[in-house]
């Protein structure tokens, strides 16, 4: 469950993922003999498919040569920073270059150590594990950052983020995009008659339900504001984000939370909003959520426990 909760960050149970890049295979088989006990190794003998497997597989670390044919990796650090995707993975030097300006070059660039071969495998090995460490615990601090504390689910800050990406991203594809605003119907009633402590814990598994049903991976589903929560479904047409509405709706009737003060149901409902935008250069972020936030206060004076679009 907290597997599909915290989708899209990484796991801290599986082994540390390392990339090693070399364009001798000689210099990648003796660091492999080093590392491949307890990390999962990746392999490239030249920048691109360095660059290529940084973006397709995020490793935790690449340790990176500095002379190869073609592209160096000085070029594959730089690129690697230059790119949303791939600028927080840390980069090693390992390199036979030994002038200080060379060291100091890389640090320029990005890198977060500098190791000059000919190598000693117990230093390589120490220096790689202090800088995976801090890795870990960056992510760890990014996915608390990002995290709804009470839900577990996407925060306000990672709901905001995950827009602003998905709008450019769907911009430059032509792509629609949708938005689903959820608000739990006569939630203060709730509040009120079973207290704050129950009210959270009706929070919580409208949440998990919500989740469960959120389930491709670029759709994002986050706690939007204090009983409101809000879906982002990234190339999803109108008839697309009503059908996935109506089934949020389903999901958190079927929980027959009871609710004993609400006016509209005996069980805890919510009411949604959605809209649908293909973004362009005149439109914001701002037009979309107004929309979905409009045809939300429509679904609450059409009698709550329904979707407007
Ligand atoms: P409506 O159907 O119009 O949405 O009515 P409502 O009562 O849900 O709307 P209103 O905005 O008046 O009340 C929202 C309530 O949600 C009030 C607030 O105390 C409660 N609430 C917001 N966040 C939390 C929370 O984290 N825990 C609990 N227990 N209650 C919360
Ligand atoms: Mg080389
Ligand atoms: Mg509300
Ligand atoms: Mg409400």
Not at 24 to 34: A, K, M, Y
Request: charged share 25%.
């Amino acid at each position: 469950m907290i597997e599909t909760l915290f989708k899209g960050l990484s796991t801290q149970t599986a082994k540390p993922r390392l990339l090693i890049v070399d364009d001798q295979p000689i210099n990648i088989h003796v660091i492999n003999e080093i590392f491949k006990q307890d990390m999962d190794v990746l392999m490239a003998t030249n920048g691109p498919s360095a660059i290529e497997l940084c973006k397709s597989q995020t490793p935790d670390l690449v340790l990176l040569d500095v002379m190869m044919p073609g592209m160096t990796g000085y070029d594959v650090c730089r690129a690697l920073k230059a790119e949303a995707s791939t600028q927080d993975i840390p980069v090693i030097f390992l390199t036979s270059l030994a002038e200080e300006r060379d060291e100091i070059f890389g640090f320029q660039l990005g890198a977060v150590d500098f190791i000059n071969k000919p190598i000693s495998p117990i230093v390589v090995k120490s220096r790689v594990d202090t800088q995976l460490r801090l890795k870990l615990q960056s992510d760890q601090l990014r996915s608390i950052g990002l995290t709804d504390g009470m839900t577990g689910i996407a925060n306000r800050r990672r709901f905001d983020e995950t827009l602003d990406q998905q709008w450019r991203a769907c911009e430059r594809d032509r792509a629609a995009l949708s938005l689903i605003i959820l608000d739990v119907d006569f939630f203060k009633d709730y509040n009120d008659h079973c207290g704050h402590l129950m009210g959270d814990q009706c929070l919580k598994a409208i949440a998990q339900a919500l989740a469960v049903t959120v389930r491709r991976p670029t759709d994002l589903l986050a706690r939007f504001g204090g009983e409101e929560f809000a879906c982002i479904l990234p190339r999803t047409d109108g008839a697309g984000a009503l059908n996935r509405a109506q089934q949020l709706l389903k999901v958190v009737c079927d929980l027959k939370i009871e609710h004993l003060t609400s006016r509209v149901s005996p069980v805890v409902t919510i009411s949604a909003g959605a809209a649908t935008l293909t973004p362009d250069r005149f439109k914001t972020v701002f037009e979309l959520i107004s929309l979905a936030d409009k045809a939300l206060y429509r679904a609450k004076e059409g009698g709550r426990n329904q979707v407007q679009v």
